[in-house]
Each structure stands twice: as structure tokens, then as C-alpha cells.
Nanobody, 122 residues
């Protein structure tokens, strides 16, 4: 499966963005999807997880209540709605796919999209 993330941009603190992750080459509902982010000089950080079929969602504590992951399998697309954005959310955001249950470890994801940059600044 090939993944392509989009929707990043420059937003003021408190603003919102919706990231998309479009899949091709295979039905998206085969895969669980993780969202990750990486700021300059920092390690890649897990942000969110959504399971393939049973609706399980997980979030890192720093984004709980602000970010919402969703999927539209009919469009083969995942979304990450990001509200109340903070400067510390600034990073390149990546979507990744894997078979299997939840993990926050990037190495356990099999397929990666290219990053989309999110910059939160006034």
C-alpha cells in the first residue's frame, strides 16, 4: 500500500488543521494506521492510532482532547483533525500502516507516507 499525507500548513496557535492520508494499492481497511510526528532534532513521536476495523483509537497524552483520528474506508483515506493547536505541535506529520494490534513503535509499521509539515506560530 502507498500512503500520501497532505493538509499541513501554517496556522496560528489555537487554530485547526485537518490532515489527510490517502492510500492506494490496497484497501485501507486491511490496516491499522498510526500518525507520527517529528520535529527538527527530535525523534519520531507516535501521536495517534486507529485500528483497522473495530474502531479502537488511541492518542498520546499531549494531544488527547485536541486531536481526532478517523477513517473513511470508502474513500481509502484517513484523517487527523487537529484543534487547539500549540507551537509545540509544530513538526512534520506522517501516516503509517501496519497489520496487527496497537503499537507506538515506528519500526513496527510497515508502510509510510511522506511527511506533511505543520507549523504553529503567530
Amino acid at each position: 500500500v502507498q500512503l500520501q499525507a497532505s493538509g499541513g500548513g501554517l496556522v496560528q496557535p489555537g487554530g485547526s488543521l485537518r490532515l489527510s492520508c490517502a492510500a492506494s494499492g490496497a484497501p485501507l481497511d486491511y490496516y491499522a494506521i498510526g500518525w507520527f510526528r517529528q520535529a527538527p532534532g527530535k525523534e519520531r513521536e507516535w501521536v495517534s492510532y486507529i485500528s483497522s476495523s473495530d474502531g479502537i483509537k488511541k492518542y498520546v497524552d499531549s494531544v488527547k482532547g485536541r486531536f481526532t483520528a478517523s477513517r473513511d474506508n470508502t474513500k481509502n483515506t484517513l484523517y487527523l483533525q487537529m484543534n487547539s493547536l500549540k507551537p509545540e505541535d509544530t513538526a512534520a506529520y506522517f501516516c503509517a500502516a501496519r497489520y496487527g494490534v496497537f503499537t507506538f513503535r515506528p519500526v513496527q509499521y510497515d508502510y509510510w507516507g511522506q511527511g506533511t509539515q505543520v507549523t504553529v506560530s503567530s
